[in-house]
């Protein structure tokens, strides 16, 4: 589904991805791991298209087109869910609205028809149950006010909505209580286990990986992938610090 | 005060940033005399959005206890010009919320000028502005409270937003207090679209126009928040943002 093939990117000038290689196949959990500042943000930035994050070598693959050629909607578009680490607050616009703008702008640019407010009403509904969100939240304006694990919850009730291929999670564990933590947990499960889609988990502990278990853990470092592996990588770095393992 | 029948020139404070060859066009302006008896209440609004120059100037009188809410809306004109003169009595009420959009080289202002005269008298003031292209926009509001007029509550709140590195926005909000016991409060702001909120926005599937649109939105939505046609005025300027984007 996604092969990432010796990215390098910089921000402001400087090298932050300096030859990064992944590939993800549908039907799996990967999970991404490492130290501060080595690039786990700068990689989900640059795979959503980020301004400011720019690619100086290397290639992306997504089902067969060339991401990085794509705007950062029409990579929304063609199936990529970046869930933010530091979901942003939109004063004056409310999350029924832009859902319900985002969701249908996607299905235009698919060729699609798109959903009545019905439709879209009794959608946002079961998604925001998944994630045990009442509907009334959504109804306030983007992210404002919310709580630091409501912001998280509301990122996978999106999610939810506009039903990814493969979605890349940066840091959807921080600042998640521990109830917040298991909600979101079984929101990706739910919405994301699945033979047809993917996961990126971009995290900095193990603890998310106790409800989203994912098949790859892989360690980046220095703006690489420098080890790679199963579950059972995660618990030794737990265990090890990043040092010793990578 | 009585009507300028010379054309006016930048020189004057009040036209500084004017389009006095389009003004002269329009000149002079009819004073539309509005007056509201004690305890009378009224809502005004105002829709400039055709191409061609266009210039009002509006004397609002209100008793003691009345109540006048004016909306404004200017999007489409070459020049649009709105001026209002209020004077407000014992305990009367305020309410102007303004929005007004250009691009290309249009060039749009509101002036207002809020006399206090009496105490205990309550003036509330929005303008949201989006400029795109070189379009110039323009506020200048003066609230002056007289000698005596205690209580006076009067709040200006102003932002700009431009799309453009090559737009104008002018703000000039202006206070002359001669009582006491007064509340004034003014806020004004010039700025861009915050680009992470763009981005975010993008990230869910809007093209950069629908983000934009959606942003600018909220932003003029103050403007119109408890108006009594605030439906259609929004959809009135989404109509016009969508042909500035």
Redesign the interface.
Known sequence: MLTINNLHATVADKPILKGLSLTINAGEIHAIMGPNGAGKSTLGYTL????GYEVTGGSVDFDGADLLAF???E???AGLF?G?QY???????SFV???R???N??RT?RGEAPLSGGEFLKLAKEKAGLLRMDMDMLKR?VNVGFSGGEKKRAEMV?MGI?DPKLAILDETDSGLDIDALRICGEGINAIMRKPDKAVLLITHYQRLLDYVKPDFVHVLAGGRIVRTGGPELALELEEQGYEAVA | MSEIAALPTRKSEDFRYSDIEALSGVWPVAREEIVLADGEERALQIVEDGAAAVARHLVITLGAGARCDLRILTAGPVFGRVAVDVQLGKGADFTLGAAQLATGSETLEIVTEVLHAEPDATSRQTVRTVLAGHATGTYLGRVAVARGADGTDAAQSVRAMLLDRTATANARPELEIYADDVKAAHGCAVGELDANGLFYLQSRGLTPPQAKRLMLQAFIAEAFTGAADEDALSAAAIARLEAIL
């Open positions: 959503g298209g980020r301004p705007e950062p909607h990579r929304a578009a970046l933010f979901p942003v607050e939109i004063p004056g616009v609205q832009f859902l703008e985002s969701a702008a996607q640019q304006p999106q506009l």
